[in-house]
């Protein structure tokens, strides 16, 4: 809102004069101005016109009219005629209009701008309040989330780590039935007597010899003794004696590792003898050759069958199978459980395992 340049009150733009030169609002009583009127144009306010060059005119500031030391002096106020009493009276009664009119508009545009800046404080606590029910909805779906969480740890998981337990084993058993698969051409010679600087490639070709397959030293792909050296001590007075290592073979055809196991049970009971080999006769083996975990499982398989009275208990292509008796169901063994299944369940076709 404007001030006026003489009194430095506020006054209404529509009531006042416009200097067109200094671009300041006067009230018209404040510059001599009527109250009612148009104002000539150009107008130039009293502080615009005493900083223009002298010319001797009558209503510059610094003579002003020439008639304003006596209408002011106290014998022409004290001798006021009634119509300028009146005259006066109107004008103060103008002023106090004026100024209700600046007033009223000083008031309307201050609650105009306190309605503007409660209505954005308005808005404000609206946003602010749609923050704070986000976060407390986000942080609500957070907290059901950690119980959800938490309830699931505290149940037990038997049924999931059963079902990884299982997976493990499978996985497992299919290493091992890889790995059983890369020995399909191998043969295991046991109690054999071993001696310094012997050839294993010769001793194979002469067992071989002896349960009638002929093996020369190309179809013998490699030939060697395999495990640490064991001690047999029987008796604690007896010396120690050293049981000789296996002896690992592997053919270039597994049809020739087939003809030596069939030899191997054609003439069972062969001994290191027959062989030409010094010492005491003993009784050799020739069996395919296992992994460890399935020579280990066929070890158990063995002693279970033995103990419970079971008539055969071999291994063929890498499978470990039993058999109650003759004419009953061959079982094959693939892990500990089955063990359990098989030998644990009375001795008929309806035991446990896998029935081949």
Known sequence: MAKCGGCGKFLSSAEAANCNKCRCWYHRACVGLPNTGQITTPWHCPECKKNVVRDNRADTPVRGRATAGHEDSPIALMTTSP????????????????????????????????????????DDLADLRSSIIATNERMSRLEERVVLIETKQSQPQASLSSGVDDLINQLRSDINDRDQELLGNDLQISNIPEASGENPTHTVMLVAAKLGVAVEARDIVSAERVGGRRINATQATAPAET??????????????????????????????????????????????????????????????????????????????????????????????????????????????????
């Open 243 to 356: 049981r000789p290592r296996f002896l690992v073979v592997r053919l270039a055809r597994r049809d020739l590792r087939d003809e030596l196991l069939q030899g191997a049970r054609v003439r069972r009971g062969m001994t290191t003898a027959d062989l030409g080999m010094p010492g005491s006769a003993k009784r050799f083996y020739v069996n395919e050759r296992l992994t460890k975990i399935n020579r280990e499982l066929f070890r158990c398989a063995r002693e279970a069958g033995s103990r419970l009275g079971w008539k055969y208990v071999w291994s063929k292509r890498g499978r470990i199978l039993a058999r109650y008796k003759p004419g009953d169901a061959t079982y094959h063994i693939r892990c500990e459980a089955d063990l359990q299944r098989i030998f644990a369940a009375a001795p008929s076709n309806d035991g446990g395992g896998s029935v081949l």
């Open 83 to 122: 119509i300028k009493s009146a005259t006066i009276d109107a004008t103060q009664e103008l002023n106090l209009d004026i100024l209700r009119g600046e007033l009223r508009d000083f008031k309307e545009d201050f609650l105009k701008s306190v309605r503007t800046e409660f209505q954005l404080l308005r």
